[in-house]
């Protein structure tokens, strides 16, 4: 297997066919994928370049800012866990921290109703190019992902319109991810291998540096194609196939240059139950609430959140440990 394709390469196009047929053909392609290797690049019709152009441009001149300026928009100052991530604020493993910093943001919710801990309005620096920019991105990314939660659908043998229900005021997660260049930085990780807690994840990055654990156990790099998304599998898929997908775990190794990425996370709604929806088999997994599994897995990892437990502002109920999916590393 040549380095070039070291992952399926799946176009979507035809997701956007009324033929049936056709987009049971994608179904069939992005099934096998899921299922034997668990990340995969996806081309189309539907990407738009010019809008991943625009948000890059938007994220280099955020990130250029001092850090006081950055720290203006802090992710602990939200209410729906948006904002600037400073390195060293996410931590997979404790006396470890990753060489990123980021800039999260989530679904837009302004009602006062039906707020929860991942959902409520997104807070944005004090730049309308950089809503503009993000937010076209981000609803142009959410619309290709509903398209894929139908693949899914019919790949699973369910109505392909079965998740549309389920995902409409879901918390899904754009991250604006810089990953500076550290000459001195040694081994350290550009982020820390682990599995996404979500659904799937439709990836543009900038440069290389992406690698994924394979079957075998062993870590494999994933070159850069111009124009192409990287996809890959979630805990909550891997639930919800019952484990036809398995999550599968990646990392970004010391970069050479300085690296952009720029991942959707696609989740269900907050209150959703995953479980286990194949046909004719025994469940083996137990259910978990949508947004509690989120919000559990990410105040493991993230500073300001890990404070709040430990000081008793905020309680974790039904907790799974980190690193519960996927394959391990031999």
Not at 69 to 90: A, D, F, Q, R, W
Request: net charge negative; glycine share 6%; charged share 20%.
């Amino acid at each position: 297997m040549s380095n070039l394709h070291v992952l399926p390469l799946v176009d979507i196009s035809k997701l956007s066919s009324p033929d049936l047929a056709e987009r049971l053909t994608v179904a069939a392609a992005l099934d096998r994928a899921s299922k034997e290797v668990g990340f995969l690049y996806l081309t189309g019709t539907q990407f738009k370049p010019e809008l991943f152009k625009a948000l890059h441009e938007s994220a280099k001149r955020y990130f250029a800012q001092d850090l006081q300026t950055k720290m203006n928009h802090y992710i602990g100052l939200s209410e729906n866990h948006s904002g600037y991530v400073p390195i060293g604020e996410e931590r997979f493993v404790e006396n470890s921290y990753d060489l990123k910093e980021a800039y999260d943001v989530n679904y837009d919710h302004l009602d006062i109703a039906d707020r929860r801990p991942l959902i409520g309005p997104t807070q944005w620096p004090n730049d309308p190019d950089f809503k503009t920019h993000v937010s076209n991105y981000y609803q142009h990314i959410k619309a290709v992902g509903q398209q894929i939660f139908q693949s899914f659908a019919l790949a699973l043998g369910l109505d392909e319109h079965y998740f549309d229900a389920h995902i409409s005021k879901a918390p899904s997660q754009l991250r604006l991810i810089h990953y500076p260049f550290h000459a001195d930085a040694q081994d350290q990780d550009g982020i820390g291998a682990h599995t996404d807690y979500e659904c799937f994840t439709l990836l543009l990055p900038t440069a290389s540096g992406l690698q994924v654990l394979n079957k075998q156990g062993q870590w494999i790099d994933i070159p850069l194609l111009e124009n192409t998304l990287v996809m890959n599998v979630g805990d909550m898929m891997e639930i919800l196939s019952n484990g036809r997908y398995l999550a599968t775990k990646h990392r970004v190794k010391k970069v050479s240059e300085d690296r952009y990425s720029f991942p959707f996370f696609f989740s269900c709604d907050y209150d959703y139950v995953i479980q286990p929806i194949t046909q004719n088999e025994s469940p083996q997994y137990p259910a978990l609430q949508c947004g509690e599994h989120l919000f559990n897995q990410t105040a493991q990892t993230f500073q300001y959140l890990k404070d709040k437990v430990k000081h008793g502002e905020i309680q974790l109920q039904n907790a799974r440990p980190l690193y519960s999916f996927g394959l391990n590393e031999d």
